[in-house]
């Protein structure tokens, strides 16, 4: 079972996001050992600020060590102004395989449910069935761009795998909880061959689905026909949550106009 490279201190924990569908979010780890390579946006501008030096560096997950203390002082102060808190943005709240990040991301939601605070979790790890017993307020969701082991392996090298999260995803539906699905960054043709189709179909007992095209890959600005393919999936995306009742959002850009 690995363990998380070290513990650091900070100063503050909630803080109000700039994401479009979000409000605010607690980061409680610095660096994630899934690695993804779509490129990460989070990676990049930690890079860019000088808060980690390279992949390798990003790789080695740092939990922050006085999470709980710090919800603690800020909960109060700041409850009246949420709505709710997304777990996490930088990060992953159960990056796979370990335990000492999955336990500090229950707890932290056991504090802001006993402040009457929704959260919002989504992750590209295992969501443990412990989080049924949680506050019915709570949304739990996955990130799932394909269905293909291999190119997961490829570009989320340290993720589950796909069939794993979508196990956990659905014992926790079945166990009566809020459930979502984001599938997000959704790669062109070029990057891999596959039917958005299938992935739908897979989750299609969730309360809500998002969908988002890639950004900041050369691969997909060279696919010449990219504007039409995210046109094209988002409508898809859109009729199928139409006929089966499942709430959607398309993600700022995904859809354009040529």
């Known amino acids: 079972m690995p363990t998380v490279a070290g513990y650091i201190q900070r100063k ?11 409000d605010y979010t607690i980061n409680f780890v610095q660096g994630c050992s899934h690695g993804c390579k779509y490129p990460c946006y989070a990676f990049m501008m930690k890079r860019r600020f000088g ?5 390798d560096d990003w790789c080695k997950p740092f939990l922050v060590a006085n999470t709980l203390q710090l919800l603690d002082r800020e909960i109060p102060r700041l409850k009246d102004k949420i709505k709710s808190v997304q777990l996490c943005f930088t990060t992953d709240p159960f990056m796979y395989g370990y335990e000492e990040i999955c336990h500090m991301s229950i707890e932290a939601i056991k504090k802001l449910n006993a402040a009457q605070i929704k959260c919002s979790v989504l ?6 069935l412990d989080l049924a017993a949680l506050s019915k307020l709570n949304e739990y969701g996955i990130t799932l761009v394909s269905l293909n082991e291999e190119y997961r392996r490829r570009m989320e090298p340290g ?6 999260r979508l196990e956990a995803l659905k014992k926790l539906h079945d ?5 979502w699905v984001s599938i997000e960054p959704y790669p062109t043709p070029n990057l891999i061959q596959q039917n958005l ?8 007992f969730v309360d809500k689905i998002i969908f988002g095209r890639t950004n900041y890959s ?13 046109n094209e999936r ?9 006929e089966r009742g499942i709430a959607y959002h398309i993600k700022e850009k995904t859809i354009t106009r040529s």
């Open 234 to 242: 988002a409508q898809e995306v859109i009729r199928f949550c139409t």
């Open 197 to 204: 189709s299938e992935i739908l179909e897979g989750v299609s």
């Open 159 to 164: 993720a589950a795998p796909y069939k794993l």
């Open 51 to 55: 808060q980690v030096k390279s992949y």
């Open 175 to 179: 166990a009566g909880c809020k459930t």
């Open 218 to 230: 050369r691969e997909v600005s060279s696919y010449t026909k990219h504007r039409d393919f995210y």
């Open 12 to 22: 503050s924990m909630l803080y109000k996001t700039g994401v479009e569908y979000g």
């Open 123 to 128: 992750t590209k790890g295992v969501l443990p």
